[in-house]
């Protein structure tokens, strides 16, 4: 258990629909990341969110956004959902943008795409 | 970052010690090695990550070349449960970001 948790696990949807992915971190991390794992693409990292404001931002599509909480929490909204969005989704957290500080991953949302 | 290179798959037998190479001959001096695993679907899980010497934790030992263009990733008594896609990353610090870049990774199969 790595201490960083998602909701929800599964989540299927239709084509135009918009939801919402949570990402509880690590206590005590300040970072959090987000990845979007799909079948052709692999593991390819979306963005950064550092103590509440935006740090990195990856592939990430202007359909999606995401924020972070003052709480740390952080969500990833997915909006005019298509079929090529199906993925598992993956949140992760680290104690600092620091040199060395690796990252912990969360066990991920499934989204299916219908 | 730089790019890493790593055979997509390998077998060990369980219990015998698997290694897994990588190659990053273009890495420069602030870059740090890390590995990460990913068992099935699952999210991946941190190894560990070294500079320059080798370092050992309770999972894994990493060794680094002395030009640092290459590592192996050393399981020394690999289980069932080792049975995964093993990633080696090559990560320097910025102040802008610190993503992870995955490549393809080595999928390892341990047979009983």
């Known amino acids: 258990d790595s201490g960083v948790t998602q909701t929800p696990k599964h989540l299927i949807t239709a084509t135009g629909q918009r939801v919402t992915l949570r990402c509880s971190p690590r206590s005590g991390d300040l970072s959090v990341y987000w990845y979007q794992q799909s079948l052709d693409q692999g593991l390819q990292f979306l963005i950064q969110?550092?103590?509440?404001?935006?740090?990195a931002k990856g592939n990430i599509l202007e359909r999606f956004s995401a924020q972070q909480f003052p709480d740390l929490h952080s969500e990833l909204n997915l909006s005019s959902l298509e079929l090529g969005d199906s993925a598992l989704y993956f949140c992760a957290s680290s104690p600092s943008t620091g040199d060395a500080y690796e990252q912990y991953f969360g066990p991920g949302t499934r989204l299916t795409v219908t | 970052d730089a790019k890493t290179t790593q055979p997509p798959s390998m077998d060990c037998a369980e219990g015998r010690a698997a290694n897994l190479p990588c190659n990053h001959s273009t890495i420069s001096g602030n870059e740090y090695v890390y590995w990460y695993r990913q068992i099935h679907s699952q999210g991946p899980q941190y190894i560990i990550h070294?500079?320059?010497n080798n370092e050992t934790n309770e999972m894994a030992s990493l060794i680094i070349t002395e030009d640092r263009k290459s590592s192996t990733l050393i399981l020394p008594h690999a289980t069932l449960r080792d049975t995964a896609v093993y990633y080696c990353?090559?990560?320097?610090?910025?102040?802008?970001?610190?993503?992870?870049?995955f490549g393809g990774g080595t999928r390892v199969l341990v047979k009983p």
């Open positions: 070294g500079l320059k």
């Open positions: 990353i090559v990560r320097a610090y910025k102040a802008a970001g610190n993503k992870l870049t």
């Open positions: 969110y550092y103590n509440g404001e935006e740090r």
